[in-house]
Every structure is written in C-alpha cells, then in structure tokens.
C-alpha cells in the first residue's frame, strides 16, 4: 500500500533555509493524475496548503508563499523536496506531505504521512 | 483567513446525527469536487469523503458527503464518542490554481 514519510530538521533560525524531504513507496509519481502535495498545520491552526508537484513535473504553490518554496521530485529515489526560504517563527507548524489524486477538477489527499514538526527558533 | 468557510465548532450526543457544512465560491466548490478530512491531535489527517460523496475503503458508511451549488456538507450518523475531532473540507479553486481547505470544525461529542 502507499505510504510517505517526512524528514527533516526538527528546528531551524530565523532567515535559514528548510528542506523538508517526502519518501514515498507504493505508488508512482508518473502515473497519470498522481500528485504529492504539502500542507501544514500551525500550533492551533487549520490546515494550510503550501505545494504540489504532478505526474508530469508541473508545480504550484500557494499564492502567499510562492516567492518561498521550491517544490521538485526525484522520481528515482522516490522522493519529493520542498525548500522554503526566509524561515520566521511564524512557519513553526506540522508539515505533511500527501499522496494527491488530481483528475480535472477532482482533487483529493488520499494517503497522508504522519508529520514533521519544525520549531523555528534563534 | 481559510477561503472555504466552515463552523469553528459543532457537537453532539452518542447516537446522534450531526452535519458540518462547508461554503465557498463558483472557483472553487461551484466548479470542483469537495473531499473530506478527519484530523486528531497527533495524527495524519483522513481522508473520509472525496469526489464529494465517495468513501473510500475502510470508511464507515456513517460518513457521508454531500454538494448542492457553492457549499458542501459532511453528516455523521450514529455518532460515536471516537468522532470527535478536527474536520477539514478541501476543493480545487481554479483561481488560485491549487486546492484551498476550509478553516475546519471542531467536533465534540458529549
């Protein structure tokens, strides 16, 4: 079955870079309609999501952080990285990657990871 | 601010039915399909319904989706003491080319 892990730092400065990375098994991203996708939740938030890489090598991002991220995939190693620049306390949260299914104008997450948390702090 | 908007909070008996709903816009819930998520402290989200009333495998058939328009909505029959949590809406939004969640219902069961 499909299932994705997340990694990274557990902490990181102010204006430092992060790079989480999403190992994932089970499921190809090349199959057609198969995406990753990452959200993140902030201590006592809503969900967020942030970006999205597809089947094809076509990426997006959330409006408000675009200028941020960085959202690439190695097929080979079956692993997707997001990178965010410019980190601030306000980016402490849980970040997940996800399994996405995206068909037209059906989307859904179907296979979530469990989480990493990342404290930004000097 | 969540693009989809969704009650802070909703509750109810062992027993009962309960619905949260979700509203959004043409770009979005008008033009796309809704899926929803079960979210508890500590753990991965779930996805519970998607192509706006479809479970998937292994969801109880107490969950059931629904789309009329611009908004959506989520029933729980039979509530249990064990659907208590966090529940998230989600849709495609065409103008913001990505999907957007709603701000999440908080459900206790009392």
């Known amino acids: 079955q499909a299932t994705l892990r997340e990694s990274g730092p557990a902490l990181v400065k102010p204006t430092q870079t992060l790079t989480l990375t999403c190992t994932f098994s089970?499921?190809?991203?090349?199959?057609?309609?198969?995406?990753v996708t990452w959200i993140r939740q902030p201590p006592g938030k809503a969900l967020e999501w942030l970006a999205l890489?597809?089947?094809?090598?076509?990426?997006y991002y959330t409006t408000s952080l675009r200028t941020r991220l960085t959202i690439s995939k190695d097929t080979s190693k079956n692993e997707v990285v997001l990178t965010m620049t410019n980190m601030d306390p306000v980016d402490t949260a849980t970040y997940y990657c996800?399994?996405?299914?995206?068909?037209?104008?059906?989307?859904?997450?179907?296979?979530w990871g469990k989480g990493t948390t990342v404290t930004v702090s000097s | 601010q969540s693009v989809l908007t969704q009650s802070p909070s909703a509750s109810g008996t062992p027993g009962q039915r309960v619905t949260i709903s979700c509203s959004g816009s043409?770009?979005?819930?008008?033009?796309?399909?809704v899926s929803w998520y079960q979210h508890l402290p500590g753990t991965a989200p779930k996805l519970l319904i998607h192509?706006?009333?479809q479970r998937p495998s292994g969801v109880p058939d107490r969950f059931s989706g629904s789309k009329s328009g611009t908004s959506a909505s989520l029933a729980i029959s039979g509530l249990q003491s064990e659907d208590e949590a966090d529940y998230y809406c989600?849709?495609?939004?065409?103008?913001?080319?990505?999907?957007?969640f709603g701000g999440g219902t908080k459900l206790t069961v009392l």
């Open positions: 043409r770009s979005n819930i008008g033009g796309s399909t």
């Open positions: 989600a849709a495609w939004d065409d103008s913001l080319n990505g999907p957007v």
């Open positions: 890489i597809d089947w094809d090598g076509d990426t």
């Open positions: 089970g499921f190809s991203l090349t199959t057609g309609g198969v995406c």
């Open positions: 996800a399994r996405a299914q995206l068909v037209y104008y059906d989307y859904y997450m179907d296979v």
């Open positions: 192509s706006n009333n």
